[in-house]
């Protein structure tokens, strides 16, 4: 299956070697290139891609209004994947953007490996991208709005044993190996818990996993 891929980033330089590092796999295309958040909105309704790489700072529209935009625009079930393209991690723009439903981020500066996988892990949807990154940016500030421990609204003991552990950036690979689960049974549980919390992905669950008190952030370091 190919995987169609929009560009999105007011630097020519930036598009265009992300357009060439993409194109020349044989699983991805990309479909469309965008300077700006309003040319991604209009781009995304036209061309139906599957994910979206989105510059946080932009002119005209930023990549944090696009992003909440174009997914709530989105066919319901068949949403584009947006990941967060930015140059430095600790970023309070990519936290906002994760809360609206970006499925990640990424550095401008990573490999060309590193970009052509993330497009498949956020493609895919059973990983979280970037775990240990995205794990220290919502730690960081969830930090700044400490919440009392709870238990998540309408989850079963073991969707909350799931959800602490997608909120420890595992896969649904390494849940299954922890919880001693099939791995098809895992996907179930990570679904139902995205339904059941109207989260668009498992990045936001990492979010809503901190925010809620069903994991706390750890000690700095």
Same mark, same amino acid.
């Given at each position: 299956?190919?995987?169609? #891929? ?53 002119? #005209? ?60 892990? #956020? ?66 549980? #990570? ?31």
């Amino acid at each position: 299956m190919t995987i169609k #891929v929009l560009v999105v980033d007011d630097q020519a330089m930036v598009r265009a070697g992300f357009s060439a590092l993409l194109g020349g796999q044989p699983d991805l295309e990309v479909v469309g290139e965008a300077t700006n958040g309003f040319e991604a909105v209009e781009l995304a309704a036209e061309k139906a891609p599957d994910v979206i790489l989105m510059d946080v700072r932009m002119p #005209v529209l930023d990549g944090l209004a696009a992003t909440r935009q174009i997914l709530a625009g989105a066919t319901p079930g068949e949403p584009p994947r947006v990941i967060m393209l930015t140059t430095f991690d600790l970023d309070e723009y990519v936290y906002d953007a994760l809360r609206a439903g970006a499925s990640g981020f990424l550095l401008k500066h990573s490999s060309p490996d590193e970009l052509a996988a993330a497009v498949r892990v #956020v493609a895919a949807g059973d990983a979280l991208l970037a775990p240990s990154i995205t794990r220290r940016l919502v730690e960081d500030f969830a930090r700044l709005h400490p919440v009392l421990p709870t238990t998540a609204a309408d989850l079963t003991p073991r969707e909350t044993d799931v959800l602490r552990l997608v909120a420890r950036g595992q896969s649904n690979r390494e849940i299954a190996a922890t919880l001693v689960l099939a791995e098809q049974t895992v996907k179930t549980h #990570v679904s139902r818990i995205l339904t059941k919390l109207d989260l668009r992905d498992r990045a936001q669950a990492v979010v809503y996993a901190y925010e809620s008190g069903v994991v706390s952030p750890g000690p700095r370091h």
